[in-house]
């Protein structure tokens, strides 16, 4: 199966290393990067809740709020260290696809993606001392 949960997950670290190679003086260039990294984000968790979706009307379910018997969907497993028993897993069940969607639809606001000196303290001495 497609590790579609993988990619929703690293897809935005992927974004943040690419951006890191962006000179600094390219401000426009970077935003527009993370805003569109964040909208790939966004379409990838839509494409996943579309197929849950589909896969709760083939399992009976005639709203979303049905979900088939309760167990995640678009599991990923894979052993990791297997001397320790350490593994890698991702699934979804209905509740947590709302959040990705969630989490993913407010990621793709230009505000979020707006420069960080824009909201904090113009010196850090300034905010502990009181002055």
């Known amino acids: 199966m497609f590790?579609?949960?993988?990619?929703?997950?690293?897809?935005?670290?992927?974004?943040?290393?690419?951006?890191?190679?962006?000179?600094k003086a390219q401000l426009s260039a970077i935003r527009w990067t993370a805003l569109g990294i964040a909208w790939m984000n966004l379409l990838l968790a839509i494409v996943l809740m579309l197929v849950y979706l589909q896969a709760n009307a083939t399992a009976g379910g005639t709203t979303a709020v049905n979900v088939p018997s309760s167990t995640s969907?678009?599991?990923?497993?894979?052993?990791?260290v297997s001397a320790l028993g350490i593994n890698y897993s991702l699934g979804v069940d209905g509740i947590s696809l709302l959040l990705v969607v969630l989490t993913a639809l407010l990621c793709c606001s230009w505000s979020v993606?707006?420069?960080?000196?824009?909201w904090l303290p113009t010196s850090s001495c300034s905010t502990f001392s009181g002055n």
């Open 3 to 23: 590790p579609i949960l993988s990619i929703i997950t690293f897809l935005p670290l992927l974004g943040g290393i690419v951006i890191l190679f962006f000179p």
């Open 73 to 80: 969907l678009f599991n990923e497993y894979v052993p990791w």
């Open 113 to 118: 993606v707006s420069p960080v000196s824009s």
